[in-house]
């Protein structure tokens, strides 16, 4: 079946410093799935950060990007300069792009603490 | 910002009740999604609906697990018997095709 791997459960950035966070991906089901990164700040629900639907296009938001690489599998998150508002746990996920109601696998979620 | 609505938010249960739990897709979304989310952070999905209809459905779904989408009035999750390892957050996703998105989720705790 599909999976989604990232690899560290926890990061710690310095406030302005530069972040990156990990995203493989295997797809079984279809050869180019869509992919996203969701995030869930302290104490709020589930939010869609960003999508790529269209392999070797970026998406980004709130000065966050990724990449859809389909060569390496990977959609890693990175950011520039993060700030304190961005701790978090962000989650990267895909889905199959065959109809439109094709659920989402997830990986099992990245902590980002930043310290000021 | 998600407009999906899921009550209760918190919810206990002793081992063999039944444990119920609703939610209400943003309007003008065909689709809803139920998952699961463990104490370990995985995920796992249920069940899905278009338009009422049930799209797919895990194993573990059709044996103690029961939902529905009826229309005009909330979706629901129901667990016929409830089991420890049943403990998890709840999370209801509703989409217009494509990216999905969810409620603030229900904390069930079976004891």
């Known amino acids: 079946g599909d999976s989604v791997t990232q690899t560290e459960g926890q990061v710690t950035v310095s406030e302005s410093k530069s972040l990156i966070i990990n995203c493989t991906y295997s797809?079984?089901?279809?050869?180019?799935?869509?992919l996203f990164w969701y995030v869930r700040y302290p104490g709020e629900g589930l939010q869609l950060l960003l999508k790529v639907i269209t392999a070797g296009q970026k998406g980004s938001s709130r000065g966050f990007e990724a990449t859809y690489n389909k060569e390496t599998t990977s959609f890693h998150l990175q950011k520039a300069s993060v700030q304190e508002s961005d701790s978090a746990v962000y989650y990267c996920a895909l889905s199959s792009n065959t109809g439109g109601a094709d659920r989402l696998t997830f990986g099992k979620g990245t902590q980002l603490i930043i310290q000021p | 910002n998600s407009k999906v609505i899921q009550t209760p938010r918190y919810l206990v249960k002793g081992q063999g009740q039944k444990a119920k739990m609703r939610c209400i897709p943003e309007?003008?979304?065909?689709?809803v999604f139920w998952y699961q989310q463990n104490k370990n952070n995985e995920f796992k999905f249920l069940i899905n609906f278009q338009n009422q209809e049930v799209l797919q459905q895990i194993d573990m779904t059709e044996k103690r697990f029961s939902a529905e989408c009826p229309s005009n009035s909330p979706c629901s999750l129901e667990i016929q018997s409830s089991e420890a390892g049943d403990s998890a957050l709840y999370l209801c996703?509703?989409?217009?095709?494509?990216?999905?998105?969810f409620g603030p989720g229900t904390r069930l705790t079976v004891l």
């Open positions: 309007k003008g979304h065909p689709v």
């Open positions: 996703a509703s989409s217009p095709v494509g990216e999905q998105y």
């Open positions: 797809a079984t089901s279809i050869a180019y799935p869509n």
